[in-house]
């Protein structure tokens, strides 16, 4: 082969390799943007659907009256269940509500805990964010350990202060205190947090420590069948996701 002849073939298979390098390196490039793209944009969202509105909130909106529920507040919900709550670790008992819980896709059971939280709310607050109550039974009348004042329950799902030392929940009592009683800028009555402190709640009872669903030991009376908050709450749960339903027809819930 002439000299003039394996130099050109030579330089086409430099120029070659460099091309090749470029697309290799171009490559590595786009897939580290791509990387870098992922993580800035944060953790992906679970899947989500609506949730239904409990028979409390349906009424309120046919009577033109205040709803007080932001319906907002059911994806913070959503959102705020942690992956336990949508896997076959849930005691047995949520059935009873939920029929179909083990078989449904993760977006329906997250639509399912929204309602339940939903009627929760509905029981214990009805559906208003600024709600109070002192307690006199003597099993409940005691001093919060974290306000050093006698506990009352507050907010959407009744919690006090003590549960942020309890289960980790983001109640200020230090920058409350300094606010009017019923001052919804009070951190145990934003709705966000004291939803989010529920779902902890729940998580404990269910999950870690491995109780039913509904319990004569659980934190809310609302969930201890036979008392008459059960039976409040019960009502609540009459109109769940349809994915929930055996026939379809309203669920009934067992008293």
Same mark, same amino acid.
């Given at each position: 082969?002439?000299?003039?002849?394996?130099?050109?073939?030579?330089?086409?298979?430099?120029?070659?390799?460099? =091309?090749?390098?470029?697309?290799?390196?171009?490559?590595?490039?786009? &897939?580290?943007?791509?990387?870098?793209?992922?993580?800035?944009? +944060?953790?992906?969202?679970?899947?989500?659907?609506?949730?239904?509105?409990?028979?409390?909130?349906?009424?309120?909106?046919?009577? +033109?009256?205040?709803?007080?529920?932001?319906?907002?507040?059911?994806?913070?919900?959503?959102?705020?269940?942690?992956?336990?709550?949508?896997?076959?670790?849930?005691?047995?008992?949520? &059935?009873?509500?939920?029929?179909?819980?083990?078989?449904?896709?993760?977006?329906?059971?997250?639509?399912?805990?929204?309602?339940?939280?939903?009627?929760?709310?509905?029981?214990?607050? +009805?559906?208003?964010?600024?709600?109070?109550?002192?307690?006199?039974?003597?099993?409940?009348?005691?001093?919060?350990?974290?306000?050093?004042?006698?506990?009352?329950?507050?907010?959407?799902?009744?919690?006090?202060?003590?549960?942020?030392?309890?289960?980790?929940?983001?109640?200020?009592?230090?920058?409350?205190?300094?606010?009017?009683?019923?001052?919804?800028?009070?951190?145990?009555?934003?709705?966000? !947090? !004291?939803?989010?402190?529920?779902?902890?709640?729940?998580? !404990?009872?269910?999950?870690?420590?491995?109780?039913?669903?509904?319990?004569?030991?659980?934190?809310?009376?609302?969930?201890?069948?036979?008392?008459?908050?059960?039976?409040?709450?019960?009502?609540?749960?009459? !109109?769940?996701? =349809?994915?929930?339903?055996?026939?379809?027809?309203?669920?009934?819930? &067992?008293?």
């Amino acid at each position: 082969m002439r000299p003039q002849v394996m130099e050109r073939r030579g330089r086409q298979s430099a120029v070659a390799a460099m =091309l090749m390098t470029a697309v290799l390196f171009a490559a590595g490039c786009g &897939k580290r943007e791509e990387a870098r793209a992922s993580a800035s944009a +944060g953790p992906v969202a679970p899947p989500m659907k609506p949730a239904p509105a409990t028979p409390i909130l349906a009424k309120k909106v046919e009577l +033109g009256e205040e709803t007080h529920w932001n319906v907002e507040w059911d994806k913070i919900v959503e959102l705020a269940i942690p992956q336990e709550m949508v896997s076959r670790q849930v005691p047995r008992d949520v &059935k009873r509500f939920c029929p179909r819980f083990y078989e449904m896709g993760e977006a329906d059971k997250r639509a399912f805990w929204a309602y339940f939280f939903q009627a929760l709310a509905g029981a214990e607050a +009805g559906l208003k964010p600024t709600t109070r109550v002192r307690h006199t039974e003597p099993e409940v009348a005691v001093t919060d350990t974290v306000s050093g004042r006698a506990v009352r329950s507050e907010g959407l799902l009744q919690l006090t202060y003590e549960d942020q030392r309890r289960y980790g929940c983001t109640f200020d009592w230090q920058h409350d205190k300094e606010l009017a009683a019923n001052d919804p800028a009070k951190t145990i009555l934003l709705p966000k !947090n !004291n939803l989010e402190c529920g779902v902890r709640i729940l998580d !404990n009872q269910i999950i870690a420590q491995r109780r039913p669903l509904l319990s004569e030991k659980s934190y809310w009376s609302t969930l201890r069948p036979g008392t008459v908050s059960y039976r409040v709450f019960a009502k609540q749960m009459t !109109n769940v996701p =349809l994915a929930c339903r055996v026939s379809g027809r309203p669920q009934a819930a &067992k008293r």
